[in-house]
C-alpha cells in the first residue's frame, strides 16, 4: 500500500468531553452553566502545543474561543459558558507553538551551559523575522503561533432553560378546582407555596364509547366524567378544549396569568384517542387493525383500556401523522405553552421524537419536555439523548438506604443527558411505603424528593396525605381522580413542609443541582445523609426512613471534604443550631423526621 497523499498530523486530539456515545447525541447543560471541556492533546517529540475550545452559538455562523490549560499527562481543560437555549456545538483546536517551542529549547540550553548558540539564534532570527536576536531578546519573545493546526471532530450541546434543570412542579386535575377558572383564581397561593410548574393531564373533550366508570369500571355509570387520557370526541381532539374547563381564550389567561406569578402551565401530550376522536373517521390508516378490521384498543395486560387506541406509527402515512402531532405541540406552544409532560413516550419510535423535539425547539428553543417513562434504563437514557430536557425516574419505588444508594449511582453516572424529577407520587403511583408509613412516611419522602433532586413534584392529595389505594397490593389510588371528579382545596397539612421546602431550594444552589453529592456515613441503615456544595454553599440533609419508631445514629462528616474542623450548623426546617465538627456527629430523629443543614450557620 502506497503512503498517504496528503501528509497526516502529528497532533493527536482524543478523549474530547463532554459527549455522549462518541458524539451520537448532545450533552446537556442549562442557560448560564459553564460547559467544561477536556481533551487529551499530545504529539510526538518535544514541541510545545497550544490548543483553544471552539464554539458557535444557536443560529450563529460565528466561532467564538476560549484556551484550553494543559493539566499534566497531556490533559488540557478549558471552558465556555452558555447564555441562551437551544442547540450549540463546539470542537477542539491543536497547533504545535514554534515560537514557544524555540524559546523553550533556547532556555533548557542556556541552563544547560552551552555557550555557542549561533545556530539556534538564527533559527529564532527567521522564525520571528527579525534583523538581529540575543539570548535575551528570544527568551522575551511573545508567543502566539499556530502551525501544524488540526481540529477534532464537533460535538453538541443541548442548552435548556434553567427550568429544565431547577423547579417544583405541582399536579392537578382541573376539572377538580373549578375549571380554568378556579385553578387561575388559586394561582397566588401556589406562587407563595413556592411551586414553578402547574401540570395539567390532558384537557381534551374526553370520548364516549367505552368510557371507563369509577375505580377503573369497565362500564361508566350515568354522569361518569370518564378518563382525560381518552382523549377526543365530537367537540375535537388533540387541538381542543374540553369545553366544561372553560375556552381557549380562558386558557391563554391562566397560562398569562401564571407567568405573572412566576409558574409556567404544562400540559400533558398524550399520543392516544378515544374511539370518538376525529382522527378515527378522518384518518383511519393512522390506527391499528386486526387481520378481521376491527380496531385494536390499547392494552398492558394486565391493564386494559378500552376506552383508548393507540396510533400506528408504522402505517404507510406515517409522515403525515407525525406532521400532525408536531401541529398539535405547535398549537399550544401558540397558545403560551412552553412545558410538555409526554405520555408513555417509550411506546413510540425514538427517531419521532429526535424529530418532533428538534423541530419544535428550532424556532422555540425555550420549550421543554418532560418523559413519563417508567421502563428499563435503555430506553429511558435514550429518550433522554434523544432530546427529552427531564425524564421521570425510579425514585418512588426507592425508599431504604440501599435502594436510595443504587438510584443515585444511577443517576449520577447519566449526568451528562439525564436529568431526573422525583415526583414523590402520581395519579397511577401510590407506593406501598405511603399507604403503611402514614404522615412520617410523606413527611420522609417529600424531603427526599426536594433535597435530592433539583427537580421534583407532587400531585394533589399527597400534601393531604391521600394513602388508601384501591385494593391491597395495589399502587392504584381508591377513587381515583382519573375516573372521577373531586372537590380539591389547597389546605393540606403537609403545605407548610411544602412552602418551606421550595424557599430552602431557592436560597441554596447546592440544592439546585445534581451533584456534586456526597453520600455521609450514619451507622445506621435507617438515617439516610449527603451532602451538597455548590460554591461556598453546603447543606447536609439526613432523613429518617423508618416511619414508625425514632432514630438515632451519626452524620460522619469525612476530612476529605475540606471543611472546617468545627463550624456552625442551622436547620433550615427549624431555625435550630448546633455546633459540629469534622468526624462523627449525632443524630436523633424522630420517625420520618429530617434534617437540612446549612454549613457555617
Known amino acids: 500500500m502506497a503512503p498517504p497523499k496528503t501528509r497526516p498530523s502529528r497532533i493527536q486530539i482524543q478523549e474530547v468531553g463532554p459527549q455522549v456515545d462518541c458524539g451520537r447525541w448532545a450533552a446537556k447543560r442549562t442557560v448560564g452553566e459553564p460547559v467544561d471541556v477536556t481533551a487529551r492533546i499530545f504529539r510526538d517529540g518535544h514541541d510545545t502545543l497550544g490548543a ?132 387561575r383564581k388559586q394561582l397566588p397561593r401556589f406562587a407563595e407555596l413556592g411551586f414553578d410548574v402547574l401540570y395539567l393531564p390532558p384537557i381534551h373533550p374526553i370520548g364516549h364509547t367505552n368510557r371507563k366508570g369509577r375505580n377503573n369500571a369497565e362500564r361508566a ?23 366544561e374547563l372553560g375556552t ?20 400533558d401530550f398524550a399520543i392516544q384517542c378515544s374511539p370518538d376522536h376525529p382522527w378515527l373517521t378522518e384518518h383511519p390508516e393512522w ?44 398549537h399550544w406552544v401558540g397558545c403560551g405553552v412552553t412545558v410538555f409532560r409526554v405520555d408513555n413516550p417509550h411506546t413510540k419510535p425514538v427517531a419521532f421524537w429526535e424529530w418532533l423535539i428538534r423541530e419544535v425547539r428550532r424556532d422555540h428553543p425555550e420549550t421543554i419536555f418532560l418523559a413519563e417513562a417508567f421502563t428499563r434504563p ?30 443515585l449511582g444511577q443517576l449520577l453516572e447519566w449526568r451528562d443527558f439525564y ?36 427537580s421534583y413534584g407532587i400531585y394533589s392529595g399527597f400534601e393531604s396525605c391521600e394513602n388508601v389505594p384501591v385494593r391491597p397490593g395495589s399502587e392504584e389510588y381508591l377513587n381515583s381522580e382519573k375516573y372521577e371528579l373531586k372537590e380539591r382545596k389547597l389546605d393540606g397539612a403537609l403545605l407548610p413542609l411544602v412552602a418551606k421546602l421550595n424557599a430552602v431550594r431557592r436560597e441554596n444552589e447546592a440544592l439546585q443541582w445534581l451533584d456534586p ?10 438515617l439516610f445523609a449527603f451532602l451538597k456544595r455548590r460554591g461556598d454553599n453546603s447543606v447536609v440533609t439526613i432523613v429518617n426512613l423508618d416511619p414508625a419508631a425514632a432514630q438515632e445514629g451519626v452524620c460522619v462528616l469525612p476530612v476529605s471534604t475540606g471543611l472546617a474542623p468545627a463550624y456552625t450548623v442551622r436547620d433550615l426546617l427549624t431555625d435550630e443550631t448546633w455546633t459540629w465538627r469534622i468526624g462523627r456527629n449525632y443524630v436523633k430523629l424522630p420517625a420520618g423526621g429530617s434534617h437540612v443543614l446549612r454549613l457555617g450557620g
Open 52 to 183: 483553544a475550545v471552539r464554539y458557535r452559538r444557536p443560529g450563529s455562523t460565528r466561532w467564538g474561543e476560549a484556551p484550553l490549560e494543559p493539566q499534566g499527562n497531556d490533559v488540557w481543560t478549558g471552558s465556555f459558558e452558555v447564555d441562551r437555549a437551544g442547540l450549540w456545538c463546539f470542537r477542539i483546536e491543536a497547533w504545535v507553538d514554534r515560537v514557544a517551542s524555540f524559546q523553550d529549547e533556547l532556555r533548557r540550553k542556556v541552563s544547560a551551559g552551552h555557550a555557542d548558540l549561533a545556530g539556534e539564534l538564527s533559527e529564532g532570527t527567521v522564525l520571528l523575522e527579525r534583523d538581529s536576536l540575543t539570548v535575551e531578546d528570544a527568551l522575551a519573545a511573545p508567543a502566539g503561533d499556530r502551525s501544524e493546526k488540526v481540529v477534532s471532530g464537533t460535538y453538541d450541546v443541548d442548552v435548556d432553560r434553567v427550568l429544565a434543570r431547577f423547579g417544583a412542579w405541582y399536579e392537578l386535575f382541573p376539572r377538580s378546582s373549578g375549571g380554568f377558572e378556579g385553578v
Open 221 to 243: 355509570a350515568a354522569g361518569d366524567v370518564g378518563s382525560p387520557w381518552a382523549i377526543g370526541a365530537e367537540e375535537g381532539g388533540h387541538d381542543a378544549i374540553h369545553p
Open 248 to 267: 381557549e381564550k380562558e386558557f391563554r389567561r391562566l397560562v398569562a396569568e401564571a407567568s405573572e406569578h412566576g409558574i409556567e402551565i404544562a400540559l
Open 517 to 526: 453529592l456526597t453520600i455521609l456515613e450514619t451507622e445506621n441503615e435507617h
Open 287 to 330: 390506527f391499528h387493525r386486526r387481520p378481521d378490521g376491527t380496531l385494536k384498543y390499547a392494552e398492558n395486560p394486565p391493564k386494559r383500556y378500552q376506552d383508548i387506541y393507540n396510533v400506528n406509527f408504522d402505517c404507510e402515512d406515517w409522515q403525515g401523522l407525525w406532521q400532525a402531532l408536531l401541529d398539535v405541540v405547535l
Open 419 to 454: 436529568r431526573p424529577n422525583c415526583f414523590a407520587n402520581t395519579p397511577d403511583i401510590l407506593h406501598e411505603y405511603l399507604q403503611s408509613g402514614g404522615r412520617a412516611a410523606f413527611e420522609a419522602r417529600l424531603v427526599l424528593a426536594a433535597t435530592l433532586a433539583p
Open 378 to 407: 435503555a430506553p429511558m437514557t435514550t429518550l433522554a439523548k434523544a432530546g427529552f430536557a427531564q425524564s421521570y425516574t425510579y425514585f418512588t419505588w426507592k425508599n431504604t438506604r440501599w435502594e436510595l444508594l443504587e438510584f
